[in-house]
């Protein structure tokens, strides 16, 4: 059974830092692409950034760019997503995401909350 187990999430202030974890289990973790998902109250999926299954390719929105940092450990099976210079429109329930092979695969998501 596929399982993606988000961790972290918390309150930060504005300018803060904060990182969040992806536990994943059920797959061969190390054979795929894995990717972070946000959903800010109110708005839609967005799509955060990407790793590949090696970890040396990655992507990122723009809103993040710069910013945040997104890298896995493949002996330990979890993603990480590192978060610096946290704005308040970063607020949101942030998402572990794999696509497999029939079916999307997301964790119960972990809230980040932005606020002095």
């Known amino acids: 059974e596929v399982q993606l187990v988000e961790s972290g999430g918390g309150l930060v202030q504005p300018g803060g830092s904060l990182r969040i974890s992806c536990a994943a289990s059920?797959?061969?973790?190390?054979?795929?692409?894995m990717d972070w998902v946000r959903q800010a109250p109110g708005k839609g999926l967005e799509w955060v950034s990407a790793?590949?299954?090696?970890?040396?390719?990655?992507n990122y929105a723009d809103s993040v760019k710069g910013r945040f940092t997104i890298s896995r450990d493949n002996a330990k099976n979890t993603l990480y997503l590192e978060m610096n210079s946290l704005k308040p429109e970063d607020m949101a329930v942030y998402y572990c995401?794999?696509?497999?092979?029939?079916?999307?695969?997301w964790g119960l998501g972990t809230q980040v909350t932005v606020s002095s």
């Open positions: 995401h794999w696509m497999g092979k029939a079916v999307d695969y």
């Open positions: 059920g797959f061969a973790f190390s054979e795929y692409a």
């Open positions: 790793i590949n299954y090696g970890g040396d390719t990655t």
